[in-house]
């Protein structure tokens, strides 16, 4: 089956920049999607389709993907973006959904 | 507005069974594709089924053989019958509308508990 990994924990100063890493095999040529989960609350959906943002996620929330490496970027971290971040693709071979282990976001 | 509406959780003892329902508001449940995702305690997001507008059904590996998804295009609402329960299926458990073509799920619920404990 196939496996997405994050990295559990990644920590910024407000302001500057956060960067979550999803590795998976050959993930470039899937399509990734992002989640941002806050505490007791459901996923909200940050960004989609690599880099395509629903409307009022803002412009700070941004992606990429390429190789064996997907990336969800926040720029100008604010306190409200401290949360709990996964990835999620649609693995065509078995049909099935994965996501990632999920990344926890602390602002300093 | 989209809303999704997540009910039928609880207490449950292993072995036991459950229903849950996803009553769905501003879209129709028949012509999108619908999934349940759950979360244990602590824990990250599982994917647990999905259920496309055509009729078919997938399951994870986890719960093949013991859920079912179905809905009612009468009730605009999702259903995730769970049968033969363990105390591994304890999680808050959301339903989720899923964008065709791209995969992402765009809409969830505020999620029902469910624990299998005696």
């Known amino acids: 089956s196939y496996v997405l990994t994050q990295p559990p924990s990644v920590s910024v100063a407000p302001g500057q920049t956060a960067r979550i890493t999803c590795g998976g095999n050959?993930?470039?040529?899937?399509?990734v999607h992002w989640y941002q989960q806050k505490p007791g609350q459901a996923p909200v959906l940050v960004v989609y389709?690599?880099?395509d943002r629903p409307s009022g996620i803002p412009e700070r929330f941004s992606g990429s993907n390429s190789g064996n490496t997907a990336t969800l970027t926040i720029s100008r971290v604010e306190a409200g973006d401290e949360a709990d971040y996964y990835c999620q693709v649609w693995d065509s071979s078995s049909d099935h959904y994965v996501f990632g282990t999920g990344t926890k976001v602390t602002v300093l | 507005e989209v809303q999704l509406v997540e009910s039928g959780g609880g207490l449950v003892q292993p072995g036991g069974s459950l229903r849950l329902s996803c009553a769905a508001s501003?879209?129709?449940?028949?012509?999108?594709?619908m999934s349940w995702v759950r979360q244990a305690p602590g824990k990250g997001l599982e994917w647990v089924s999905v259920i496309y507008s055509g009729g078919s059904t997938y399951y994870a590996d986890s719960v093949k053989g013991r859920f079912t998804i179905s809905r009612d295009n009468s009730k605009n609402t999702l259903y995730l019958q769970m049968n033969s329960l363990r105390a591994e299926d304890t999680a808050v458990y959301y339903c989720?509308?899923?964008?065709?073509?791209?995969?992402?799920?765009?809409?969830w619920g505020q999620g029902t508990l469910v624990t299998v404990s005696s």
């Open positions: 501003g879209f129709t449940v028949s012509s999108n594709y």
């Open positions: 389709d690599d880099s």
């Open positions: 050959n993930i470039g040529s899937k399509s």
């Open positions: 989720a509308r899923v964008r065709a073509g791209t995969y992402e799920l765009d809409y």
